[in-house]
């Protein structure tokens, strides 16, 4: 993975979650910025689990949404954590994005279920459908293919079982 130099990403334009985590010497390197302007942070996974814990003691209670994709045939694969700082009357919330890279070969993150609950069905959604290993989670199963499926479907190398292209079916 390409590293991006400190000077490139100062305190001044970072988030403020990120200058509080780079302050309290929580390992993070900001990717910059997405369409909407939310900061997306990358975080080892060997660090997430107890990098996970500063954010929500930092405000950020709500797990918006966790997911997952395939960066690059043969690649890395991607455990995505959108998070958003809920308070009273909060027309304007702050939200990141934080993104977890993980080999292939050995695909595993903490899970954050203890964090936030709500990771519990998107972490086995991410689990069934790429594989990725979610430590510590209370119940990893399969939730949308069957126990018995062999893979994992949105891998960009799967190739699926007993699939005969049309032509080769006469």
């Given amino acids: 993975m390409n590293t991006v130099g400190k000077e490139k ?10 200058s509080w985590l780079t302050k309290h010497k929580f390992s993070h390197r900001p990717l910059g910025y997405d369409y909407r302007g939310v900061e997306i942070l990358q975080v080892k996974s060997e660090e997430w ?20 994709y395939d960066a690059t045939p043969g690649g890395s694969l991607v455990g995505v954590y959108h998070l958003t700082q809920m308070r009273d009357q909060s027309d304007q919330p702050e939200e990141i994005c934080i ?14 279920y203890w964090v936030w609950k709500s990771a519990d069905f998107q972490e086995r959604e991410s689990y069934d459908m ?20 062999i893979g994992w479907p949105l891998r960009k190398d799967y190739v699926v079982p007993n699939f005969y292209e049309l032509q080769d079916a006469y």
């Fill in 99 to 112: 993104k977890v890279f993980v080999s292939r070969k050995n695909p595993q993150i903490p899970s954050v």
């Fill in 49 to 68: 689990l107890s990098t996970a814990v500063a954010p929500y003691a930092y405000g950020f209670n709500y797990l918006r949404s966790q997911c997952a």
């Fill in 130 to 149: 790429l594989g990725i290993i979610y430590r510590g989670h209370p119940y990893l199963k399969r939730i949308l293919m069957p126990e018995s499926w």
């Fill in 9 to 18: 990403f100062n305190l001044e334009t970072r988030s403020r979650l990120s």
